[in-house]
Every structure is written in C-alpha cells, then in structure tokens.
C-alpha cells in the first residue's frame, strides 16, 4: 500500500540523506512504516539539502562528504532497529546548577503549623473545596473515614466528568483498596501524616500498574505498563489515595485528548489550557483535593492560570520522572497542581528526592516552615518591568500584586531577564520530544492523533527530524550561559515575579527554575494568575512568600458556581 503526500523538493532530498520517507511507505507488522529506496547519495542532494540549514558548501566539500554520509545514513537504519521505548534515557543528564552554585537550604526540615480545630458538620459537599490540611484533621480525628471521602470525590469526578471531560479513568476498585487501609491504620493509631488517607488525581503520562496511561492520545490509549511512576508510589506511601487518572492535551500538548477537550470550570466554553488538563480543571471543580501535574513549557502555570488554582513547577532535578512520559529529557519536571502553597508544599515534600531510578535527581535540602507572621519585611523581590509595562488581560491585577507586596514590607527591585535567543535555545526540546517518540513518526502513527494542523504535536515531531544534531547541541550550551547568567541577575534577591504568561515561562522552563503560580484577582468572572520564581533549588522560601502573599489576598479562596 502506498501512501502519497506533496512535499517540497528539499525535504524530499535530505529525507534521502537521513534515510526517511514522508512521501512512500509500506507495510510492517500492521503498521504504515517509513521507508525510502537506498537511493545514492549525491553532491546536488547536498546542494539542496545544506538550504535546509541555512549552511552553504562547495561543491567540492560536499563531494568529500559523500562516502561518510552513506555510511551515516546506513548508521541510522542500524540505530531505529533498537526500536528503544519512551522510557529509555540519554546517556547525559541536564544539569541546571550554575559552576559554585551554593543550594539556598541548608538543611532538611519540614513544618506546617496546626490549622484550627475542624468540626464536621455532615454535609459531605462542604469538603469539596477543603484544603488538605482540612481533610486531614477530619481524617485523623476520625470524623470522616477515607473510605467516605474517597467515594465522595469519586462521585464528584463522575457527576461533572461528562461536561468538564477532566478524567480519563477512575482507579476506583484500588482506591477503595488504599482506603480501606487508611482507615485501619488511623484507628489503630499508626497515623502516618497529613496526606493520610487523602485522595488524589494523577496526570495520566505517569504510569500506574493494572490500568491504563493513554498519555492523552490515540496511539496510546490502550496502552498498559508493568510499573507505578516513582511520584505514585511516594504519595501512596505517604498514605494518599490515588482516585484517578486526568486528562492531558494528546502527548503533553494542550488540552485536546483522544476523548474530547478538557473545559475551565469558570466558563466551560473555554478549554482548562493544558497540557496539565484535567488536574487543573477537577481541582478548580472541586472533584479531587490536589492532583499532579507536570510542566516541560507550561504545562503546570498555564492551566492552573486558566483554572485559578495554585500550582508549583519545581526545580528541574527535584523530583523523580521515573514512570513518567518523556517529552524532554532536559526540561520535564513533575508538580502539584492544588488549593493553596501550604497545600503544594505538603505534596513537594512527599514527592521529592532522589529515587535510585532517575539519575537526574539531584539531591538537595528542602527547609519549610509555615510562616504567619503576614509580614514579609526583609525580603527582596525582583520584578520584571518590562513584563509589567505589557498591556494585558490581566494587567490591572498584576499592578495589584505589586503594591499588596509592598504593603506587606517586601522590597520591590527593577528585574530584566537575561537577552539571549529563547526561541532558538527551544529547539532542545523539540529535538528531544523527537527522539523520544522516534518510533511514533516512523510507523507513522502519528497520523492517528487527534490535532494534526502546523503547530500540533505531530507535525512538530516531523519536523524535528531536520534539526542537526550540532545545532541541537549548540542550544544546549546557549542554555549554559542563561543558568550563569540568570544567576548573576538572581543574586541579592529572594524571588522575582512576573505576569504568569509572559517571557518568564519561556526562559525558566530553559533554566530549570522553580516557580509558584497563584491567582492574583478576577477579569470578567474568570481568575487571572500571578508567577514567583525562585532561586534553583530553593523552593523552601519561594513557598513561605507566595504563601504570605496568598493568604493576604484570598483569591485562592474563591470557587467556580458549577452552574451547568
């Protein structure tokens, strides 16, 4: 069978270069695989290949490439026979830590202070919206069992599922399982901390024995795998209840998955933005407590600034992908999507640190403690003025932001981002996505995904074929100089704060900083959202001051009316 499709000349030739075909192919184990002919490699193909590029050659140097470029192109045939699966590694680590880099914590702690005594009324849809900490002194005081809890939520995600689409499957026979024992171990007084017995939603590109992790798209929406993401298991140890698996935008893109579009609980006219869908949107609906997100270019800041809920991106190299879907081996980061920070942070502590299995990982103190004190006198914060000047949507609440930070005592400092070439450096992660689902564009298969215009996910991972290997490379060092750069900038202030959509999203998903996203005010019914971005690996005071700025405001607090 022979699939036909028009490309232009020059992609025809360097697809003869690099031994792929998007206009012929053929059968292969019930698949349309990519083939091209072994058609001989000649100067004029290099001529009109180097265009691609932007590189130009003589004649006479192109005709000395010749033999290494068949021998190349053979090299590459050998390499796609590995059929490697997504979950195989390179063999480098991105590293964001700058050369003397001094980690902000200097020791481990972890402390929250006692909320007030919580009473239990019996009306069940007064939890909806609880914090953790809420739930969980409910819980330990033996007001309400997990079992009861973990059926409400459950009954909540069914109830509003088929107008928001926000889940993919419900774990319900192991959540009950989790339950069960939660409740046994409480009455027995082996209390095992604040996420004990609390249920909870899990991005569905991280992996869970017995059920499906579709990763949001077609090709994989049967798929199983053999083993429970390191996150899973780490808050499941912790005592929480894994309840379901959420939407995302199809392979981490958007909010369009194989069953539909994810919808913001506020207006469901709008989508939930993405690619963190569905944890964003059962959150801001009240259907699960906290859920985990993950961020490679947004995907954390954008839909908990859609959804209004708070959300944290750690720092790259905090948290273990292991179980994880990879999109790009040098930027994914894995995060709580929640009510409030104190609520983000009790997750980030549960969930970081080394696993043995992700040599990313960086070991590193993480220092929290609850702060009431409403004050934050003595602390620097940068803000990016340029950023502030843009005219926006949300504009007159990020003004907002700044002066209730000077009313708490902060000390407001002028901020620029480093100039470099962001857009450029972005190729590291389209290279990556390429490589990791190389056996999805070489079957094909990608023409099974729902989205399939010039800027969605499969076109994308076409074209990340033609990027050159010493271009991709050359990113990467450009990434060296923002990590040095940007800590030079960052040094003698605590955070720097930015409108949640800006040129800030862009460069620290490059850098590997940590940020807190936050609903900052109201534009027309719907939350707008405030980012603090903190110091690598210092996520401990970032937290305590988007914590103090949250609870001065009180935006977090409010709820979409579900009228629908």
């Given amino acids: ?125 007064e939890l909806a919206f609880s914090t953790i900490t809420q739930l969980a002194e409910l819980l330990r005081t033996r007001q309400i069992s ?17 107008i928001l689409q926000h889940t993919i499957t419900i774990t319900e ?71 379901a698996k959420m939407t995302l935008g199809e392979l981490a893109q958007g909010d369009v998955w194989f069953g539909g579009k994810t919808k913001n609980p506020w207006d469901i006219k709008r989508g939930s933005s993405g690619s963190s869908a569905g944890s964003a949107s059962a959150v801001a609906s009240g259907c699960l407590p906290f859920a985990i997100g993950s ?36 930027m994914d980061k894995i995060g709580p999507i929640a009510r409030n920070v104190e609520d983000c942070a009790i997750v980030f502590n549960a969930i970081q640190g080394p696993d043995g299995k992700d040599l990313s990982v960086i070991p590193a103190p993480f220092n929290y403690t609850t702060t009431n004190s409403g004050s934050l006198k003595g602390v620097r914060i940068g803000f990016i003025k340029t950023e502030f000047a843009k005219r926006n949507a949300n504009s007159a609440n990020d003004s907002l932001t700044l002066l209730k930070l000077t009313q708490l005592g902060a000390e407001l400092v002028p901020f620029e981002l480093p100039v470099l070439p962001y857009v450029e450096m972005s190729i590291a992660l389209s290279a990556e996505a390429g490589a990791a689902f190389d056996e999805l564009t070489l079957t094909n298969r990608e023409d099974l995904m729902v989205l399939q215009n010039k800027s969605s996910r499969p076109n994308a991972l076409r074209a990340s074929r033609f990027i050159p290997a010493v271009e991709y490379i050359q990113a990467s060092r450009a990434r060296t100089l923002l990590i040095e750069q940007l800590n030079e900038k960052m040094k003698g202030i605590d955070v720097f704060i930015a409108p949640a959509f800006g040129l800030n999203l862009r460069v620290t998903n490059l850098s590997g900083h940590p940020c807190v996203v936050l609903p900052n005010g109201f534009r027309n019914g719907l939350p707008g959202s405030i980012t603090f971005t903190g110091q690598l690996f210092g996520e401990g005071k970032l937290l305590q001051i988007a914590r103090t700025y949250q609870i001065a405001t009180g935006f977090n607090d409010k709820h979409p009316a579900l009228n629908f």
């Fill in 295 to 330: 961020e490679t270019y947004g995907s954390i800041v954008s839909p908990s600034g859609e959804c209004g809920t708070t959300g944290l991106r750690p720092t790259f190299g905090r948290i273990s992908k292991y179980g994880a879907m990879a999109l790009s081996w040098s």
């Fill in 173 to 243: 026979q192991r959540a009950m399982v989790q339950a069960r024992k939660a409740d046994g171990e409480i009455a027995a007084g082996k209390y095992r901390g604040v996420l004990h017995g609390i249920p909870f939603g899990a991005k569905d590109l991280l992996a869970t024995k017995d059920y499906k992790t579709t990763w949001g798209s077609v090709p994989y929406k049967e798929q199983m795998i053999n083993a429970d993401a390191t996150v899973i298991t780490r808050l499941e140890s912790a005592g929480a209840v894994l309840i």
């Fill in 1 to 125: 069978m022979i699939k036909q499709r028009k490309y232009i000349k020059l992609i025809s030739i360097r697809n003869s270069i690099i031994g792929l075909s998007c206009i012929s192919s053929f059968f292969l184990g019930g698949f349309i695989t990519r083939h091209i002919d072994e058609e001989k490699i000649t100067i004029s193909m290099v001529r009109e290949a180097q265009k691609i590029i932007g590189l130009e050659f003589t004649d006479a140097e192109a005709d000395s490439m010749l033999e290494t470029l068949e021998t190349r192109r053979k090299n590459y045939a050998e390499l796609r026979k590995l059929n490697m699966p997504n979950s195989v590694v390179p063999s480098s680590n991105f590293n964001p830590l700058p050369v003397g880099y001094k980690f902000p914590d200097k020791v481990n702690g972890f402390k929250i202070a006692a909320g007030p005594a919580a009473k239990f009324t019996g009306n069940k849809d």
């Fill in 146 to 162: 997990s079992v009861e809890l973990t059926q409400y939520f459950i009954d909540r995600l069914k109830k509003y599922d088929p």
